[in-house]
């Protein structure tokens, strides 16, 4: 199956820097979702995009949907200890059937020194 | 409190042996997924299903089975003809209206 290429793989921040991370692909999607996953536990959705263009926040967070549909970034401001995890982003098409099945990128583990 | 629940959280099996994971949300949703997650990777989808007593294959469907009679669970047993079984499983589920899927908390599986 296709997956995206997200980018970087890994970083290493000081606490109170910002961070940036995004995904691009090959293909177009019009929903774009992003995932924090914590270590041995499900991800937990942070932001959800469904219009090519849009910019999203949700606290310290802000994520865009590519005006081309084939690319995502997000943001963290100021980060804090507790940002430490696993950022996935995600790609869907939409509209019914197996288009509803998501795409996910490999992730960017992020580590924030204290 | 509505959810989607996985048991067990950590679940050891022999070689050969067939194991079933449990997957079970009350959000009322109809479509229901899991995905394998191995180190350093994403998310790979092993099968999924859109309503009850139906099921698609994902991409990664070799060597596992799954069952949806209930709306409420999606049970997905790993088979021993899975050749590499070890790994984090993770249940999902999506609501009609919504484009978004909901995770679990994970069941770790560690074949001996």
Not at chain 1, 18 to 36: A, E, G, P, Q, R
Not at chain 2, 19 to 47: F, K
Not at chain 2, 59 to 74: C, L, P, Q
Not at chain 2, 77 to 97: D, E, I, M
Request: with cysteine; net charge neutral; proline share 4%.
């Amino acid at each position: 199956g296709q997956q995206l290429n997200q980018s970087p793989q890994s970083m290493f921040i000081q606490e109170g820097e910002d961070v940036s991370m995004n995904c691009t692909s090959s293909s177009i999607f019009n929903t774009w979702l992003w995932y924090k996953q914590d270590p041995g536990e499900g991800p937990v959705l942070l932001i959800a995009l469904y219009k090519a263009g849009e910019l999203t926040s949700n606290g310290r967070l802000t994520a865009q949907f590519g005006i081309t549909r084939k690319d995502s970034f997000l943001n963290i401001s100021a980060s804090i200890p507790s940002d430490v995890g696993i950022y996935f982003c995600a790609g869907q098409l939409g509209s019914g059937g197996s288009n509803y099945k998501l795409t996910f990128g490999k992730g960017t583990l992020l580590t924030v020194n204290p | 409190d509505g959810g989607i629940t996985q048991s067990p959280k950590y679940l050891f099996r022999k070689e050969g042996q067939n194991v079933t994971l449990s997957c079970e949300q009350n959000l009322n949703h109809d479509a229901m997924y899991w995905y394998r997650q191995d180190p350093g990777q994403g998310l790979r989808l092993i099968y999924y299903s859109q309503i009850v007593n139906d099921f698609q294959k994902g991409d990664i469907a070799e060597g596992y089975s799954v069952s949806r009679e209930k709306k409420e669970s999606f049970p997905l047993t790993v088979t021993s003809a899975q050749k590499n079984p070890t790994a984090f499983y993770l249940c999902a589920s999506r609501g009609r209206k919504t484009d978004t899927q909901y995770f679990g908390p994970g069941t770790r599986l560690t074949v001996l």
